[in-house]
């Protein structure tokens, strides 16, 4: 690396080698050749170009000089173009029929979705690792207790395994999303300047046009659009980075809650922290949650680039306008690169996180009794109460209660409710004592929390081509 020049976060800092080589220059270049390659095999078949020009242009696929193709573009101010040239200078026979009948973006676009469709297997891959990881968390912990928050206020018990699955089903959901946007990608195909193929019809004739295409959306593996202008819609790009974000949006929830429990007033999870990692260069004591921070920090930018794609889907304007170029050699690379980043994160958080159960207890003994308070109600007015009053009377001991957890006390609810005649005219102490047993009122969240683990099987075939390296 030049340390002399900016490089981006990305070329070092965040995400995986391998999401990188794919949005890299050499490996773009490489793709290009690949479909220089096709085209002219394709040609071939059509008695357009003869065997030894192809065998030339195969053996120099490999052979890229990304140092001659800068020369030349800085003298013709045009990248593909001087790819070209640097490809035909390698190519004593074949060099003068590469590019034959194309536009740029026949070659940049299908170059385009070849790597979004590797970008997008290989979030999908890390997708499923991540769900199957959260799967054994929720396994783990389906019926433990837990107070629940509404407005980050203690609310009612749930259970951890519960909270855990409301993060997998979102994640399922993103999951859909991607699987669906990757199965229905499509490259531009080949159809010339302004999307009707008249150049190649000029070159092959109108019959032959379907089968020559054809055999190019096989040789590359990609299926095209039926139509096109002269590049694919760029609607694509929004649904590609649209589900991008809704993914990042899911883990976001997930860093931004486990900020919140981490707080040391809450203490319920924390980060994996290192033996030799340091907090802050001020405070020797404190420990941050610097890796859910990087993912919400992450997470705010990968959302803005939604916005982006839909003006570029929305602008190109006509056959097209080159006003998206610049800010797709961003969004589209820096797009993946982020969510690559975001999932090994959130995967290793979630595999190493800290659960602190003597402050879920503490938590839950605090603040429990005040949500129980619910099922005393409904068993009083079960009995032949009155509902209005019940919850009159009710609400005036939990106030008290709660002033007193305010001046450092122990929570004195449950004493005071057996203690007043008025419920025991109705319940004895044992029946008041038993609609107060706040930790197994739980409700649906066990079940449903191992519910969401037999959902395994919409991702097993992801995790089936898992690479260690991955995880």
Known sequence: ???????????????????????????KKLIWRQIWVALAEAQQEFGLVNEE??????????????????????????DLMAEIRTFAEQCPIGGGIIHLGATSMDIEDNAEILRIHASLELTLKKLAILINTLFEKITTYANLPIIAFTHIQPAEPSTLGYRFSTYAQDL????????????????????GAVGTAASYIE????????????YLSDKLNLEFYPISTQTYPRKQDFLVINALSGLGSSIYKFAFDLRILQSPPMGEWGEPFRSKQVGSSAMPFKRNPINSEKLDSLGRLVAQFSRTAWDNASHSLLERTLDDSANRRVILPEGFLIIDEMLTICTRLI???????????????????????????????????????????????????WEALQR??????????LSDQSFQDYLTREEISESLSYKSHTGIAEQRAIDITQQKRAITKWLDQEDSSLS
């Open 408 to 417: 450092g006390d122990e929570n004195p609810l449950v004493n005071s409710l």
């Open 53 to 78: 020009q192809v065998k030339d242009l195969k053996s120099q696929q490999a052979n890229i000089d990304i140092e001659r193709a800068i020369e030349i573009e800085n003298e013709i101010h045009h």
């Open 1 to 27: 690396m030049d340390y002399k020049n900016y490089q981006s976060p990305f070329s070092w800092r965040y995400a995986s080698q391998e999401m990188r080589s794919i949005w890299s220059e050499y490996n």
């Open 351 to 401: 595999q190493g996180i800290n659960i602190n159960l003597s402050s879920i207890e503490k938590n839950l003994d605090t603040y429990g009794p005040f949500a129980a308070t619910e099922r005393l109600l409904m068993t009083l007015v079960k009995h032949g109460a009155d509902r209005q009053e019940m919850h009159e009377k009710i609400r005036l001991h939990a106030m008290k209660s």
């Open 203 to 214: 070159l092959i004739g109108l019959e032959n046009f379907t089968q020559f295409e054809k």
């Open 172 to 191: 399922l959901t993103d999951f859909e999303q991607i699987e669906s946007v990757y199965t229905n990608l499509r490259g531009k195909g080949f159809k």
